[in-house]
């Protein structure tokens, strides 16, 4: 069982950066896929980011964030963060945090088993 909690989410104007993080309890962290999806209002959950297990697992990112956010993982602290740069009234939504066990290629929700409680991001024009 994984437990995660996200932090890191506010208001910040058009062109400003945030840095979530998530914070993951058990020993066997490095043996997850972390993942970010979103989700704004009215709108499906939409995938943002992947990074596959050890610090140097291999990241995607959806079309939309390439070139602007950076997934990464401490496996000693346990904790995936997504930093957000440039950010764009787009990018509002609750960002979530989401694992699964062993290497993973996928993008779907579906594909991951734990998730976080969500965290608010607002980027104002």
């Known amino acids: 069982q994984v437990q995660l909690v996200e932090s890191g989410g506010g208001l910040v104007q058009a062109g400003g950066s945030l840095r979530l993080s998530c914070a993951a309890s058990g020993r066997t962290f490095s043996s997850y896929t972390m993942a970010w999806f979103r989700q704004a209002p009215g709108k499906e959950r939409e995938f943002v980011a992947r990074?596959?297990?050890?610090?140097?697992?291999?990241?995607y990112y959806v079309d939309s964030v390439k070139g602007r956010f950076t997934i990464s993982r401490d496996n000693a602290k346990n904790t995936v963060y997504l930093q957000m740069n440039s950010l764009k009234p787009e990018d509002t939504a609750v960002y979530y945090c989401?694992?699964?066990?062993?290497?993973?290629?996928?993008?779907?929700?579906?594909?991951?088993?734990?998730w976080g409680q969500g965290t608010q991001v607002t980027v104002s024009s």
């Open positions: 989401a694992a699964v066990y062993g290497n993973s290629w996928s993008d779907l929700a579906r594909t991951y088993d734990y």
């Open positions: 990074i596959r297990t050890w610090s140097g697992g291999n990241t």
